[in-house]
């Protein structure tokens, strides 16, 4: 690998930066502004949905957003950390021989995948937040709130 200043990098780190942002942050807070959406709950959806992931979803139904435009905060900062997690990797596979070997051997994995190669990566993110605001993590029992956390064997009661 060769030796490159270090502008090269902030280069790269700046660009995906502002992929972040545009994507996880700014796509989200259109929507809601264009749809009269309350900005408080919009703003405890994006937090929560960086934070804890999946359990974002009941949070944001629970303060009254329309599940549809739950579903498309959570792909868009799914999606925003997804690209920004490739930008780095790549940075990292063209100065490092370690991550570059670390990137081709899961590359050739991917290809092996069906799902994978009909689809593609960015196929895989809308499938997994579909998967995980199924009936199931979103019960209207208000005994227990269930979470995707029940794979791991927890339950959390209000």
């Excluded at 270090?6 to 749809?35: C, D, G, Q």
């Excluded at 900005?39 to 974002?56: D, N």
């Amino acid at each position: 690998m060769e030796d490159v200043p270090v502008t090269h990098y902030f280069e790269h780190l700046a660009s995906a930066i502002m992929k972040l942002l545009l994507i996880a942050i700014a796509l989200p807070i259109l929507p809601a502004i264009v749809l009269n959406e309350p900005f408080t709950p919009v703003l405890a959806l994006m937090t929560s949905t960086f934070v804890i992931e999946y359990g974002a979803a009941p949070i944001g139904i629970g303060m009254g957003l329309h599940p549809f435009f739950v579903l498309f905060v959570l792909i868009c900062i799914a999606v925003g950390v997804t690209l920004f997690l490739f930008d780095i990797f790549d940075m990292m596979g063209e100065h490092s021989e370690r991550v570059a070997r670390f990137l081709d051997t899961a590359g050739t994995q991917a290809k092996k995948s069906k799902i994978l190669s009909k689809y593609g990566i960015y196929g895989l993110v809308p499938s997994v937040k579909i998967r995980d605001l199924r009936p199931r993590a979103l019960c209207h029992d208000p005994g227990v709130l269930r979470l995707p956390a029940h794979r791991m064997g927890l339950w959390l009661a209000p």
